[in-house]
């Protein structure tokens, strides 16, 4: 491979590796990504919907960190860091979880569009929630949802696996008829059951955060780690997986193993994060999106912004669902109604709507 | 024995491949060897499995019957990050639905020698350059890889093929969809490969002029006419020897192979596309026109 002198510039002397991995004025703006939840934990501890004056958090803050005395009634221990702390942490995990397995599925399937769920997780999860909540009062909704959204993607994948090959429409067929399925069984519970069980399902599946606890965050917090681990690990391997499956066996990538694992550990991330804050809509879609519209597409840049913009964006988002109006709105409301027209947005400004 | 392990023990050597997709046979007994640093042509009709030989050299698709050797080893036994070191492939026209930079894309070619947690490093990004400039496309390294013309495109999988250091470069069809001008520059690039480097290449063509202008060797294929004949190797356990052997197929795929003066023939060609031609020869170089 060693070339000739004189072959060696061709008259391009700018570009040569000197060349600055991300163009000059991204490079300040990805360090700000990534850097972004920092200020929005900050902000959002302040918010809330219980009266703290910031002053006197600020004050309760300084008072544990430094040697400063400040006498406080306790119930302001309690709403900072048994209510406000987890819930912000939460909502920071959730934003991650669900912006990291958009973004990895969105580069399996080759395609800007496709959200975590588009394997039945959420109807899985769904599905889960309203047995536990309805017919299995012993079951917490958390680990219902969690082991049935793991059924449901497992019901995906084993469908969708012919041989020892599993095609991407075959996936995302079977990922349809996964969520008709657990949708109808949805129905039937519902269906059967009393009406204040059919209310705290619906309530469940709007996605909300209000019911954050410490307990909540440390089931959730390793299989999130996990997976966002793994893929941040193998995240220039979307690069090649996602130029498509020959392209990638031509350069000798295991596909149907790489895809295995990618696979897995975006769904054991986005479980998790369902299973403790219900289905929270377009989320996975919006935030790749807006970091593939200033970073370009390359993963090695998107899979860690993707953990850092996902929890500031849904952890502001929450800011708004708990302090624009006087009561309290699910965040999934709010994540889909901000995400529908930005969805539209994008079908209609962008010809990457359809697989190849 | 000795003698035929001689035979293959450079290049690329395919000793009585057979395949059938479900009932039709597409491929039987192929039987040829390449030379190391030569081009060959693979020429042929439509469906008359030229795409589906290249796969099974590269090891997309698994052969019902035969062997493939490169540089004698069987790559049966190869794993897949091994061969994509030894042997580049580059598919008909290629779409991206991200529009990853073309250093990004090029990047990939790197993947056989990038170790399972890592990405790319300089070493990675300093070949990749060197393969852009070798191709003479590193201005736009940072160009979006959906933004460039066809032409451009098809170097920029060339040069990907190139990142993974081939010894061998398999290309299906590498001038479809380009114009004449990006034709007969990525057909320059292929040969100046082989030239220079010393890469076996292994092509698909449909025009057979680019054969005869542009090729060592010539290979040219026939469709099975009795595709929907249950495959030989069925019969062979089914059916008595005698009426296995009336059913096994005669024909096989290659009509002729060699120099392309020799397999250009209006003869082979009549046997192969089924159409009449005339060979015309203009200072020294022939040309084939077919009869209207």
């Not at chain 1, 020892?164 to 008829?177: E, F, H, M, P, W």
């Not at chain 1, 390793?222 to 392209?247: D, S």
């Not at chain 2, 061969?83 to 070619?109: C, E, N, R, Y």
Request: hydrophobic content about 45%.
């Amino acid at each position: 491979m060693k070339l000739p002198e004189n072959e060696k510039n061709h008259g391009y002397p700018a570009c040569r590796p000197g060349i600055p991995f991300y163009l000059k004025w991204k490079k300040p703006a990805f360090i700000v990504f990534l850097l972004l939840p920092v200020p929005v934990f900050f902000v959002s501890i302040f918010l809330g919907t219980y009266p703290l004056p910031p002053l006197d958090l600020l004050k309760v803050l300084l008072s544990h960190i430094t040697a400063y005395e400040y006498s406080y009634p306790p119930i302001y221990d309690t709403v900072i860091f048994n209510s406000r702390f987890p819930r912000v942490l939460i909502a920071m995990m959730v934003g991650s979880a669900l912006s990291i397995s958009g973004a990895t599925f969105q580069g399996i399937f080759r395609n800007p569009l496709v959200s975590p769920y588009i394997l039945g997780l959420s109807s899985g999860a769904a599905f889960g929630a309203a047995l536990s909540i309805a017919v299995i009062p012993e079951l917490p909704a958390q680990i219902g949802a969690f082991i049935f959204s793991l059924i449901a993607l497992g019901f995906s994948y084993t469908m969708a696996r012919v041989g020892r090959q599993t095609s991407t429409v075959a996936l995302i067929l079977s990922g349809v008829i996964t969520s008709s399925v657990f949708g109808a069984l949805l129905s039937i519970i519902q269906y059967i059951t009393d009406e204040k069980a059919v209310q705290s399902i619906v309530y469940w599946t709007m996605g909300c955060l209000h019911t954050s606890c410490w307990s909540k965050f440390y089931d959730a917090f390793p299989l999130i780690l996990t997976g966002c681990l793994i893929i941040y690990l193998l995240r220039w391997k979307l690069n090649v997986l996602a130029l498509g499956e020959e392209e990638a066996k031509a350069v000798g990538m295991n596909v149907e193993l790489y895809k295995a694992v990618f696979i897995t550990a975006a769904s054991l991330a986005a479980s998790a994060a369902v299973a403790v804050a219900g289905i929270i809509g377009l989320l996975g879609l919006i935030v790749p999106h807006i970091l593939r519209m200033i970073f370009g597409p390359d993963h090695r840049k998107i899979i860690p912004l993707s953990i850092t913009f996902g929890a500031a964006f849904l952890a502001l988002v929450d800011d708004i669902a708990r302090s624009t109006f006087g009561f309290e709105i699910p965040v999934g409301i709010i994540t889909t109604l901000l995400g529908a027209p930005f969805f539209l947005y994008l079908l209609r400004t962008t010809k990457i709507g359809g697989w190849e | 024995m000795k003698e035929k392990n001689i035979q293959k023990n450079k290049g690329i050597s395919v000793e009585n491949l057979t395949l059938s997709y479900e009932k039709n046979l597409v491929l039987n007994n192929v039987n040829f060897s390449i030379k190391k640093g030569s081009v060959v042509s693979l020429l042929g009709p439509n469906g008359c499995g030229k795409t589906t030989l290249l796969k099974i050299i590269n090891g997309f698709l698994r052969q019902n019957e035969g062997t493939v050797y490169i540089d004698s080893r069987n790559i049966e036994e190869i794993a897949n990050r091994e061969l994509a070191k030894i042997l580049g492939h580059v598919s008909q026209m290629h779409k991206s639905s991200f529009p990853f930079s073309v250093l990004d894309v090029v990047l990939t070619g790197r993947m056989p020698y990038i170790s399972i947690f890592a990405s790319p490093g300089k070493k990675d990004i300093e070949k990749a350059y060197q393969v852009l400039e070798f191709m003479g496309i590193a201005h736009f390294a940072q160009r979006p890889y959906t933004q460039i013309s066809g032409g451009e495109r098809q170097m920029v999988m060339i040069a990907k093929a190139l990142a993974q250091e081939p010894d061998f470069l398999l290309l299906d069809e590498p001038t479809s969809f380009l114009d004449l001008k990006n034709q007969i520059h990525v057909l320059k690039t292929i040969i100046n490969l082989a030239r220079t480097r010393n890469i076996t290449v292994l092509m698909t063509l449909h025009e057979p002029n680019y054969a005869l202008l542009f090729s060592d060797e010539v290979i040219l294929l026939r469709k099975l006419e009795n595709g929907n004949f249950t495959n030989r190797h069925e019969y062979s356990h089914g059916a008595s020897p005698e009426k296995a052997k009336i059913l096994t197929l005669p024909e096989e795929n290659i009509v002729s192979s060699g120099p392309p003066e020799k397999v250009m023939t209006p003869e082979k060609i009549k046997e192969a596309y089924g159409i009449d031609v005339e060979v015309l020869e203009h200072k020294g170089k022939r040309m084939i026109i077919p009869e209207i």
